[in-house]
């Protein structure tokens, strides 16, 4: 399958984390199952107009398109006119060639939360009108309609992420080769269920603290970060803590809080990113499927139950205590 | 004369982010250039009205390929207007950081922007052009994917310390989030002698220090080994040394801030003479931007785009001056600024080879000043200290990314941004025509490239664009 790649309004830096695939590399990856870039505007030699006619001849039908995945968010802006990002040598918009082009592809990908939802090119008074390509942050419809469908009948499949992570790239691309991937297989904002139906708390090295509310007070403290440092870790999808990232890595493990990046309008938290809003003292924004009584419950239970060493460790920058190892039985 | 012709080049690939080049063609050589940044974002406008510390947020996500040169600005900036210095050995963590960025772009930018040009069947008559084509061949060459694995495994520093890249928040004005610990250190220390394997064995293929010692340009002809050999030959070959020549008007803020001071160091040079750099000099003029206001400084500056687009003006890029005049920013302006012998020489010639040599050094030195940097650590310090931000007061976070330097200049009211302006490298470099007419340093390069007969995306020009590894999503931001 072939794949057209454009930027629109982004840092390009779902790209870059895309190179980060290993285990293959990412172009032995794509050879071996088949999948070859018609054009990616970081990794092909073509440049200028030789690009020009490529897209023009996608746009007429000449070439074939099977895959267009779109990185960036689409900019509207000013006055509707998506003059704020014109496609280099083409004089017209990225938003008219991106309408233009949808309906020639067989599916359409969005590719971090700056395509799918608006994401962070979209915060604050969102300067630019910048949109999703389906979604306008959480509403469906923005620079193409809630009504639309590629020709493989799926709407614009939405790889949410600030970054992406390079596997969900990847693995949707393997499973969209094989026929594998259908409308069952999105989630309510039309993101792949093999990496959203878990959430970034799962298999977080903090559980141990969150169990028992043991927080972090401070960053680089390794207590939880839900009650004091704005973590939503428990709220997020994502697999971050499950299959990791560069290496070994994830936000929470790094120590600093998961916002949520996945999700639309995570650019605006409505609170400072490491600040957690509370109310009368209490953190707002609890696990969206626990009954809050049954949370406050256990929480009060399970703050009063901290061991010594969970309590200690928690707002430290490094485990003090270890845990305590049954010694052998005395013969 | 023949009267000029003009070419619209663009899409503008394999640089980071979307550029368009006008060109005035005559006499089968480039007259005149014009570079257009084709898109407006509007971070800085973002930011107005955040709390301070979500800069740290927000501002990595400016770009995609220098991520961690924004979170570092943007933490200088903050711990300045705190004025607080971060825990010491949190600064070596998050310089570590910096540098792994640094160099990884050093290494994309060789193998997978600017070599893959000399594959194309434009060069099938060149004693060379099999070996590139084997070598660099955009999206298959064997150097290409065997430097995207080195990057990636360099990369795991930054999963280790900064939990993902690109966009990690652990990089904060007091230090880092994240204490390593000295398995931690053993670990990091095996992906740099890993990396170190790799530029040996098949960038230079000699040990670095070899190439680090060479003073002058005559020492390269001699240099018979590695990707990096295939580079002088093809130079050679193609006269790259005389090809797209700067202005030679350099500056650099001073890359890696150690106590004692900047590992490279900060200043300017000017037709080969050193001198200080006072940033107070800096003035980003407007002229040919689609912006709204008036020349200054970026403390008082301001970002008003012209939703009309005003016919006189051509990019979204301001023109950034320092005392009135235009500076190119990058690798070779650092390693020269820091008075490297060879670097000095080749800012002289000022060339597409000269930045792509010039790169490379730096690739070197780096690598030797990371493993001397992460021997330093001492993981039973800490590695955060807390910081209070005041409610009213200013920064400034000047630091040095892979492209050159980038400057963020913030102030608070209230405790909230009331102005956040940012110069990235690209700016310096890619800026349009300032208020007396002046072109930036890439136009001014372009002039006198050829043009073969036909030809509608100049290859000459492409080489000149690239040897620059600009940066379009920063430029305008």
Known sequence: MNILWLQSAGCGGCTMSLLCAESPNLFDLFASAGLEFLWHPSLSEASGA???????????????????????????????????????????????????????????????????????????DNPADATGLQYDGRH?????????????????????????????????????????LGADDLDIYARPRFYTDTLVHHACPKNEFYEYKASAEELSQIGCMMEHL?????????????????????????????????????????????????????????????????????????????????????????????????????? | MTDATTLLVGPFNRVEGDLEIRLEVADGRVRAAYANSPLFRGFEMIL??????DALTITPRICGICSISQSMAAAHALADLAQVSPAPEGAK?????????????HLMHFNLFFMPDFARPIYSDRPWFDRAVTRFTALKGSALKRATEARTQLMHIVGLLGGKWPHTLAIQPGGVTYAPTARDKVRIGADLAAFRSYLEEVVFGAPLE???????????????????????SISDDLSLDTSGIGAGKYLSFGAYPLPSGPLFQRGILCDGVAGLLDQRDIVEEIPSSWMLGADAHPSQGMTMPDEDMREDAYSW????????????????????????????????????????????????????????????????????RQVKLPKEGAGVGMVEAARGALGHWIKVENGLISSYQIIAPTTWNFSPRDRHGVPGPLEAALVGASVRAGEDTPVSVQHIVRSFDPCMVCTVH
Request: a neutral charge.
């Open chain 2, 210 to 232: 070899a190439f680090v010692d060479l003073t002058q340009i005559e020492q390269l002809s001699g240099w018979s080994s590695g990707d990096l050999a295939l580079f002088l």
């Open chain 1, 140 to 180: 469906a419809g923005a620079a193409l309609p809630a009504s639309f469908r590629a020709r493989s009948g799926l709407p614009v499949i939405n790889i949410s992420g600030c970054p992406i992570h390079p596997d969900w790239v990847a693995e949707t691309l393997l499973l969209l080769s094989q026929g594998e």
């Open chain 2, 93 to 105: 963590v998050a310089q570590l950081l910096h540098m792994v960025e640094n160099v990884s772009d």
């Open chain 2, 317 to 384: 890029c301001k023109a950034p001056r320092l005392g009135g005049v235009p500076h190119e920013t990058g690798a070779l302006a650092r390693q020269a600024i820091d008075g490297h012998p060879l670097a000095v020489a080749l800012a002289r010639e000022g060339s597409v080879r000269a930045r792509v040599v010039g790169r490379l050094l730096e690739l070197a030195r780096s690598q030797i000043e990371m493993e001397r940097l992460l021997a330093s650590i001492n993981v039973r310090e800490p590695f955060m």
């Open chain 1, 230 to 331: 704005g973590c939503i870790g428990t709220q997020a999808v994502g697999d971050c803590n499950i299959r990791l990232w560069n290496g070994e890595g994830s936000c929470t493990r790094a120590g600093y809080p998961c916002i949520n990046c996945t999700a639309p309008e995570f650019e605006e938290p409505g609170h400072g990113f490491t600040q957690t809003p509370k109310f009368a003292g209490i953190p707002v924004g609890l696990p969206t499927d626990m009954p809050k009584a049954w949370f406050m419950a256990l929480a009060s239970l399970s703050k009063r139950a901290t061991p010594a060493r969970v309590a200690k460790n928690a707002t430290s920058d490094r485990i003090i205590v270890p845990p305590s190892v049954k010694s052998r039985k005395h013969d």
């Open chain 1, 50 to 124: 030789e690009v020009c006619r490529l897209l023009e001849a996608v746009e007429s039908g000449a070439q074939k398109l099977d895959i267009l995945c779109v990185e960036g968010s689409i900019v509207h802006g000013p006055k509707n006119t998506g003059r704020y990002h014109m496609l280099a040598g083409t004089g017209r918009s990225m938003l008219d060639w991106v309408q233009s082009l949808a309906p020639k592809a067989e599916h359409v990908i969005a590719v971090g939360t700056c395509a799918t939802y608006g994401g962070v090119t979209s915060a604050g």
């Open chain 2, 48 to 53: 107005q009205g955040k709390g301070p510390m």
